[in-house]
């Protein structure tokens, strides 16, 4: 069993051991349809070669003078409904491939985001998040490609490939000598094809990719463009980049121009007839076997042609899974801890000797030592960079320490079981993230099954009911993707109110009362005084009106407690706390 | 996505008449010309060499037929189809790399020219269009339009295929080929029945991904607010809920798609049926030979997949042109910002000066009405007033990013109009109000506005500020890769870079468009400081957020609704409690330490009134 943070049954286990055996076991576990899928491949392959029989005998009827209509009539007959069943068998091979792909997709996706429910904070603060929804949405499209139109396309042709052998080996077993050769060639060929045109795709995914991002950049930054008048430089740069994408493309035109597959098709269809021709000219197989064999030859230029993308597609599809696959399996470091330390927590708080790398190996946070009471206020101040945030990350277990102990209530986080823990802690972030769903819901998101009420006496307390009630539907307003709707001080407000819901026994505020001018200043001051009753509460924060105030201010630089203690302490103790104060002063 | 652009315009779109659309796609392939001729030449080649060998193949087998033991004759003609066969290949090839060529080169230029087109455009025109819009007129509709040009080609040669096919057809047994030729209408009724069928059900999968994604986009980044609240379970139910519909939608596509070329497929089965019967009795008949019935069951394969291919490129064709001309109309847009000489600058004083000048942005109403401002070489400004009260519009029109309607701006006596731009803007530093940031180093960002400067010259200028001290909060010092747009470092810091590039570069003019963000108080100081460094050698105007940059000034721009309402000193102005002593209480305050001192009283009040009943 993995670890994780978080766990929803998967409705079938998948190989996770390989890109390919992943893939693999995911269209197993869809085996009827992928089954159906195959059956119309292989009717549609066998019943492409009815006609070049039927064309065989009725070429030997017109050519033995016979001349029977009712041979003629059959022929067409046989044709004619052979084909129309071809039709279905290939809208079978069509239409399977297509709900396996889909079906595939929609399973890998699942399967695929509940993984990333159980990875760990570490895990998603580390990923961007540009780069897990490009896998969430692209590569698992790629993922469907392999099998709609890629092993649509190359199961469903390959079959072709054999048709010339068994009406080869059905005239005379010489005429195999043609099939069998284009076969293993064309083979050869392909592999190689994909050898030297992968390198060269993606070069051209990566100059593209360039090109656009340096090309987003420029548009998005067009002010500080124009306003040092690089345009001319920018205009060069972009020459220069969208030339290296061209250069890569001719590259890959150039492989696909060199396509060998069909300078072999060219060839086995040439030596095919001349071959046949000698043994009829022989006297081994009659002119109506030529005839026969080079229907069936002129079958393997499906295949052929076909594969000049669906190869390609294929293997694309495999470099995605194998990026799907690298996140899936990545290591999780924290376990939920099921039968861990479960209380209520009053709310002390001590590190003792604490140290925190991101990477295990260069230290973010250097030999902490502190302790907090019950219901204090902390403020956290210093540089971007100084550990602040990293600090407070360790108190809800989002990270483990490297070395030294956090402990809540004296007991250290690792004991505690994960779930008891985050329920009575809370953070309200920089980046405040609300769904595009109703404000009543999003301030309920904690407790889904708070009742109105309740829901309002949060917001009254974040002093968000005010603005609340004169959105257009009041606590119904749907707010737009990310909370785009409303104001920066808002968003702060309504976090408030949902840390307010769960009534949490440690409050964490990342800098998250920053979008806020004087007007609102009170107010919010208001709410973070409440917010902090009876609870431990810690504060990053650039307003010096909350530092000033704080019970306990710790002065974070580069990683270490620069200066911990009251206000009035600081003043005397710290030159760089002094300085702050000072300069507003001025 | 081009699908998105298909659904709502731009402002600046415009319509070109066919001829006017082939005309300007034609300048732009006119470059190739010969690369064309040949590639026209071999693709005719190859329609030609690839509808003879059933021709020679009939030969064969009448002579076969005949046991005419001419094998002289015999060798010839099976040599013929071999070498046909190789020809084909070769042209293949030919016709791959010239079209490669010519594509790749089509879509570089047009791609270059819209990209100059864009950033040459001023920014009344970015401020309509989303930059997202943009540049995927500039990726996106470029690859459309050179998917047209090798679909095009591709077409080229199938049709020159048929038509000889045809040719070959009608001359053997005309009354056969009107049997065949009676397909093509219900091919064409077929194919273009199914590509509304099409077209409808794929943009629904459109909507249903586009649908999917956004609720991807939102539940990923949910996932930590999910985290710290335990309601992972929640997200995913959201999550579950867009990719079962997405599947379902996409199911409906993927039959609507799947049944079409089996549909071709039978009725291709059906005309042949149709051959075999019909075309044996001709031959009973002695109308034709036995060889050119089975020519004519080889050559319709030849005749009718083109003819389907054809049709269902039709709709390519109409993306392809579309997309040319959204390229077109971005290349061809209008500009309003006009110069009307270019007067080089090599230095400038600093006087800027505001003549009854009228401006409005091009919906909107008026911002600046008949507006006088008068800046002194070497004065530093504030300005300061409500949201929307013209602040930023003045700034704007100086660094020249948009065009006043009425009066006259005047930059050391000189009408702005009359300035050759870049070396005008060489001699203005300019920061936004969101510093913008490339995705390259903190040297590198620096040095942005003034390439020449040294690695040595940046390091003592960063240590004037804070003794340097901000340079070890990056990771790598100037090092530092700041990601795009910035977004490896903090808003402060972004701050601090752009002002370094201001100093680094030295203008005459420095225009600040303050950020509202809130910084760390340590950052603050080092701001501070660098701003500092920046008003002792320019003339500046400052768009003000901050009480500490309002101090600094040596004089303070009340505006409200675009004209002057109050100026002068902090103090100044703070004693005539008027406008600007009530902006003060709104925006300022709460900077002071006074106020801050207050904090303690308000929080006392919060104590007392925290059970509102």
């Known amino acids: 069993m993995t670890i994780s943070e978080f766990r929803i049954p998967f409705r079938y286990t998948t190989n996770r051991s390989s ?36 064309y065989g005998i009725v070429f030997e009827n017109l050519t033995s003078g016979a001349y029977l209509p009712s041979v003629f009539l059959r022929a067409g007959a046989v044709v004619g409904i052979s084909q129309t069943i071809r039709g279905f068998m290939q809208f079978f091979r069509n239409f399977g491939f297509e709900v396996t792909a889909q079906r595939i997709e929609r399973d890998v996706r699942d399967e695929f985001y509940i993984s990333l429910l159980g990875k760990s904070m570490t895990f998603h603060s580390l990923q961007s998040i540009g780069d897990l929804m490009a896998r969430a949405t692209n590569d698992i499209r790629e993922v469907n490609y392999i099998f709609s139109p890629g092993l649509n396309m190359v199961l469903g042709s390959i079959n072709f490939l054999f048709i010339p052998l068994g009406i080869g080996a059905s005239i005379h077993p010489a005429l195999l000598l043609t099939p069998v050769l284009f076969i293993t060639l064309y083979f ?92 009829n000219r022989q006297g081994l197989i009659p002119l109506s076997s030529v005839i026969t064999y080079f229907s069936g030859l002129s079958m393997l230029g499906f295949p052929t042609n076909t594969s000049i993308r669906s190869y390609s ?69 210093g540089q971007t960079g100084s550990g602040k945030t990293s600090l407070v990350r360790l108190l809800n277990r989002t990270y483990d320490p490297l070395d030294g102990s956090v402990k809540i209530d004296g007991i250290d986080l690792r004991e ?3 779930d008891s823990l985050r329920a009575q802690i809370s953070i309200i972030e920089q980046d405040i993230f609300l769904f595009s769903k109703s404000v009543a819901e999003n301030i309920a998101f904690g407790k889904p099954q708070a009742s109105h009420a309740e829901i309002e006496s949060a917001a009254k307390k974040a002093q968000a009911d005010g603005f609340i009630e004169s959105l257009p539907e009041g606590y119904n307003t749907v707010i737009g993707e990310r909370g785009a709707t409303i104001s920066g001080g808002q968003r702060q407000r309504l976090a408030l109110a949902r840390a ?26 208001q709410a973070i005084k409440l917010a902090s009753e009876g609870r431990t509460t810690f504060i990053i924060t650039h307003r010096l009106s909350q530092i000033r105030w704080a019970d306990l201010i710790i002065v974070m630089r580069k990683g270490r407690i620069s200066a911990i203690g009251t206000h009035e302490q600081l003043m005397q103790t710290s030159r760089s706390y002094r300085n702050i104060f000072a300069e507003a002063k001025e | 996505m081009g699908f998105h652009q298909g659904l709502t315009g731009e ?13 300007r796609i034609w300048d732009y392939a006119k470059g190739h ?78 791609s270059v020219d819209a990209f100059a087109a864009s950033i040459e455009q001023d920014l009344a025109f970015h401020d309509r269009l989303s930059s997202g819009r943009i540049v995927s007129r500039i990726t996106t509709d470029t690859n459309d339009f050179s998917m047209l040009v090798r679909l095009t080609m591709d077409v080229a040669g199938s049709m020159v295929q048929s038509i000889v096919t045809a040719i070959i057809l009608f001359n053997t047994e005309w009354r056969l080929a009107l049997i065949l030729m009676a397909f093509v209408p219900i091919v064409m009724l077929v194919v273009s029945s199914f590509r509304k069928l099409a077209r409808r059900v794929t943009t629904q999968g459109m909507r249903a991904m586009a649908n999917v994604n956004a609720t991807i986009k939102e539940t990923i980044s949910g996932i930590s607010v999910a985290k710290n609240f335990r309601q992972e379970e929640e997200i995913y139910r959201d999550f579950k809920e867009s990719n079962t519909s997405s599947y379902k939608v996409n199911v409906q596509r993927g039959f609507v798609l799947s049944i079409v070329f089996p549909v071709m497929r039978t009725i291709s089965g059906l005309s042949i049926a149709v051959l075999v019967y019909f075309g044996a009795l001709t031959v009973t008949q002695g109308l034709i030979t036995a060889g050119a019935w089975y ?59 505001f003549n009854q000048l009228s401006f409005h942005y091009a919906t909107g109403s008026k911002i600046l009405d008949h507006f006088d401002l008068h800046i002194q070489p070497g004065e530093n400004i504030a300005i300061v007033g409500h949201t929307g009260a013209g602040k930023s519009s003045i700034a704007r029109l100086i660094s020249r990013f948009y065009e006043f309607q009425e009066g006259e701006l005047l930059i050391d006596g000189v009408d702005i109009r009359k300035f050759d731009l870049p070396s005008l803007r060489r001699n203005m530093g300019i920061v936004t109000q969101v510093p913008f940031l490339f995705d390259e180093t903190v040297e590198e960002n620096i040095r942005f506005a003034a390439p020449d400067i040294t690695r040595g010259e940046i390091t003592e200028l960063a240590h004037q500020i804070g003794n340097g001290e901000w340079l070890e909060t990056f990771s790598n010092g100037l090092d530092t890769q700041v990601g795009e747009r910035g977004a490896h470092i903090s808003m402060g810091q972004r701050q601090l870079v752009a002002l370094m590039r201001v100093l680094a570069h030295k203008p005459a003019i420095f225009i600040l468009d303050e950020a509202t963000a809130s910084v760390d108080p340590f950052t603050e100081y080092q701001i501070q400081q660098a701003l500092g460094l920046i008003l002792q050698r320019s003339t500046s105007i400052l768009i003000a957020h901050r009480l500490s940059t309002v101090r600094s000034a040596d004089r303070i721009i009340v505006l409200d609704h675009g004209s002057i309402i109050e100026e002068g000193s902090h103090q100044g102005l703070l004693k005539q409690g008027g406008h600007y002593a009530e902006l003060y209480n709104t925006y300022f305050r709460h900077q002071s330490l006074q106020y801050i001192e207050e904090a303690g009283q308000i929080l006392g009040k919060g104590l007392s009134s925290s059970n509102p009943a």
Not at chain 1, 45 to 53: C, D, E, I, N, T
Not at chain 1, 511 to 522: F, H, R, V, W
Not at chain 2, 11 to 23: E, F, I, T, V
């Open chain 1, 500 to 525: 307010f819901l769960t009534d949490p026994k440690i409050l964490i505020l990342d800098d998250s009362t920053s979008a806020i001018d004087s007007k609102t200043e009170d107010e919010i001051q």
């Open chain 1, 313 to 381: 597609q294929i293997s694309l599809g495999i470099a995605s899974a194998k990026r799907l696959l690298s996140i899936m399996n990545s290591h999780n470091n924290l376990d939920q801890n099921e039968n861990g330390h479960s209380a209520a927590i009053s709310g002390k708080v001590k590190f003792e000797n604490v140290s925190f790398a991101y990477d295990g190996i260069n230290l973010n946070l250097h030999d902490l030592s502190f302790e907090v009471n019950p219901g204090q206020t902390v403020a956290i101040v």
């Open chain 1, 19 to 54: 890109s390919i055996r992943w893939v693999a076991s995911h269209a197993l576990h869809h085996w009827p349809i992928f089954l159906v899928a195959l059956i119309g491949a292989a009717g549609n392959a066998a019943l492409a070669s009815v006609p070049a029989l039927q």
């Open chain 2, 33 to 110: 010309r010969k690369f064309i001729i040949w590639m026209v030449i071999s693709i005719t080649l190859q329609g030609l060499f690839a509808a003879l060998p059933p021709l020679l193949i009939s030969k064969i087998l009448d002579e076969g037929i005949a046991g005419i033991p001419n094998e002289t004759a015999y060798t010839i003609l099976v040599v013929t189809i071999i070498i046909l066969q190789l020809l084909d290949f070769v042209f293949y090839y030919v016709v791959r790399r010239l079209l490669t060529r010519i594509t790749a080169d089509m879509n570089r230029d047009l």
């Open chain 2, 295 to 353: 020519m004519l069951l080889l050559a319709s394969d030849r005749f009718l997949m083109p003819i389907l291919s054809i049709t269902s490129y039709w709709t390519q064709v109409q993306t392809g042109l579309s997309a040319a001309e959204r390229i077109l109309a971005l290349i061809d847009s209008d500009r309003s910002v006009i110069q009307t000489d270019n007067i080089k600058v090599e230095s400038l004083t600093g006087r800027i000066d």
């Open chain 1, 416 to 418: 505690w079981k994960l």
């Open chain 1, 188 to 279: 050869a060929a392909i592999a190689h094809f994909l050898k030297i045109l992968q390198p060269v795709t993606s070069e051209v995914r990566s100059t593209f990719g360039r090109l656009n991002s340096r090309l987003a950049e420029d548009i998005d930054g067009i002010e500080t463009v124009k306003a040092a008048s690089q345009e001319e430089a920018e205009i060069n740069r972009f020459k220069q980049n969208s030339e290296a994408y061209r250069n890569a493309n001719v590259k890959q035109g150039d492989i696909e121009a060199r396509f060998l597959p069909l300078l072999l098709l060219a060839l086995a269809m040439g030596f095919g007839l001349l071959h046949a021709l000698i043994l």
């Open chain 2, 11 to 23: 402002l600046y779109d415009r319509q070109y008449s066919n001829k006017a659309l082939l005309g």
